[in-house]
């Protein structure tokens, strides 16, 4: 990323803020590096894949930085996390840089499946988390989520310059369906169409994002859950 880039931190929210996130803010506010621009609030009126749309839509009208970071307001932005993304952009060769969130899931026994919300795609069961990745690892992925995303002004630009008539100027980023039968949400498509378009995705594994399911779940749970797994296939 350039020394003088700014970033506007766009997400989200139903009104509330964790409080944590709000600290972390700060910090990044007053941060010596002087990358943060502006905050970008809208209002979860139940309809989220439209207010993700309504978030790059403000923040293309209404700033000039030029980096977007899209999180959501159930997480931690920590500066080392912050960071990590500053370091890993490049508006060329790295213009989309996820950051590393868990989501919660339940197996049938009732025990807790944190899932990476970075997927790389198999042959022959399509997109798939990467329970597998590296540590602390600059890594090309073929999805990601939407809890994290560092993406640069052009390809925003480059998406709405693309979009059908259907979608317009106005809505041409983020939108879920159903597609040869899968139903997709709209982190997912988002990064179809992204990779459609010759823009390759990055996720670095080091920057990690808290996610707030009653307990703040992370890479612990995670590393936990795999340290598990090899134990019992070596059993």
């Known amino acids: 990323m350039k020394s003088k880039d700014k970033i506007a931190i766009g997400m989200v929210n139903n009104g509330n803020m964790n409080g944590l996130l709000a600290q972390d803010l700060i910090h990044i506010a007053l941060d010596p590096s002087r990358r943060f621009h502006n905050l970008i609030q ?4 139940g309809l989220t894949t439209r207010s993700r749309n309504i978030v790059v839509k403000t923040f293309l009208e209404t700033t000039k930085a030029e980096w977007l970071l899209m999180i959501d307001s159930d997480e931690r932005l920590t500066l080392d996390t912050w960071h990590l993304l500053v370091e890993a952009a490049h508006d060329k ?3 989309i ?30 997109l798939q988390p990467i329970d597998d990745y590296p540590l602390n690892t600059l890594m090309e992925v ?13 390809v925003l630009l480059d ?7 259907n ?16 139903y997709f ?9 992204l990779k ?10 080091g920057a990690i994002l808290q996610h707030n399911k009653t307990f703040w779940l992370d890479e612990r749970h995670h590393s936990l859950m795999r340290h598990m797994a090899t134990q019992q296939d070596q059993a």
Request: hydrophobic share 40%.
């Open 42 to 45: 809208v209002a979860n009126i």
């Open 93 to 95: 060769d790295r213009p």
């Open 196 to 205: 459609s378009m010759g823009y390759t995705i990055h996720a670095h594994t």
């Open 142 to 154: 073929d999805a990601i989520g939407t809890g994290c995303i560092l993406i640069h002004r052009d």
């Open 97 to 126: 840089v996820s950051g590393l969130v868990f989501a919660a899931f339940f197996d049938n026994d009732d025990q807790l499946r944190p899932v990476p919300t970075i997927y790389r795609m198999n042959p022959e069961t399509g």
């Open 185 to 193: 949400g709209e982190d997912l498509l988002f990064s179809k169409r």
């Open 159 to 165: 998406m709405q310059n693309q979009a059908t008539e």
């Open 167 to 182: 979608q317009g100027k106005d809505w041409a980023w983020f939108v879920e369906g159903a597609i040869a039968g899968t």
